[in-house]
T-cell receptor
Framework: GAGVSQSPSNKVTEKGKDVELRCDPI?????LYWYRQSLGQGLEFLIY????????KSGLPSDRFSAERTGGSVSTLTIQRTQQEDSAVYLC???????????FGPGTRLTVL | KNQVEQSPQSLIILEGKNCTLQ??????????LRWYKQDTGRGPVSLTI?????NTKSNGRYTATLDADTKQSSLHITASQLSDSASYIC?????????????FGRGTQLTVWP
């Protein structure tokens, strides 16, 4: 499979717990993006990586959110002390370069009880 | 404030008809504009990417136009099919930093009826 993959596909957690979401981009894609889509809302841009670097972290909703990318490949989005308003579908995308077509993964549906 | 506004919010058309979706933006400085199609429960799929110098770009039955002076874009769908039912999202990228940032519209929900 050559597409973007994300895991887990679904995650249900209790309020206050930490969660880690994973994204495997298309091999060779230097740019990687994280988005959030809440029910009935549009896509919300969170953060992007060029290689392992994330130059703009201002899209992260709060300091409970962090992301890292290692080896220019896999990325993880970590949400600490989850809140109910964090419930959403978290989408990851990758592109060959920043101005190129972004290919999206299937998303991780996060539900915070 | 950088914003992307799309209209209409939702649209219902009969199969075979044409339709046009609008996107107005205030993002500056402008780098490029993308149109995505998102089926329910799926990730978005890129339809077109347009830079400042491009006025029109086609992808099959989809044709996007861009007027960088008025900061408007449109997505025209020709001879609609039932499979065109989806949310269409306009995304604008700025050049505020060396690597740019993306701004998303809320999308237009298109429903094609048989």
């Amino acid at each position: 499979g050559a597409g973007v993959s994300q895991s887990p596909s679904n995650k249900v957690t209790e309020k206050g717990k930490d969660v880690e979401l994973r994204c495997d981009p298309i091999s060779g894609h230097t740019a990687l993006y994280w988005y959030r889509q809440s029910l009935g809302q549009g896509l919300e841009f969170l953060i992007y990586f060029q290689g392992n670097s994330a130059p703009d972290k201002s899209g992260l909703p709060s300091d409970r959110f962090s992301a890292e990318r290692t080896g220019g490949s896999v990325s993880t989005l970590t949400i600490q002390r989850t809140q109910q308003e964090d419930s959403a579908v978290y989408l990851c995308a990758s592109s060959l370069a920043l101005t190129d077509t972004q290919y999206f993964g299937p998303g991780t549906r996060l539900t915070v009880l | 404030k950088n914003q992307v506004e799309q209209s209409p919010q939702s649209l219902i058309i009969l199969e075979g008809k044409n339709c046009t979706l609008q996107c107005n933006y205030t993002v500056s400085p402008f780098s490029n504009l993308r149109w995505y199609k998102q089926d329910t429960g799926r990730g978005p799929v890129s339809l077109t990417i347009m830079t400042f110098s491009e006025n029109t770009k086609s992808n099959g039955r989809y044709t996007a136009t861009l007027d960088a002076d008025t900061k408007q874009s449109s997505l025209h769908i020709t001879a609609s099919q039932l499979s065109d039912s989806a949310s269409y999202i306009c995304v604008v990228s700025d050049r505020g930093s060396t690597l740019g940032r993306l701004y998303f519209g809320r999308g237009t929900q298109l429903t094609v009826w048989p």
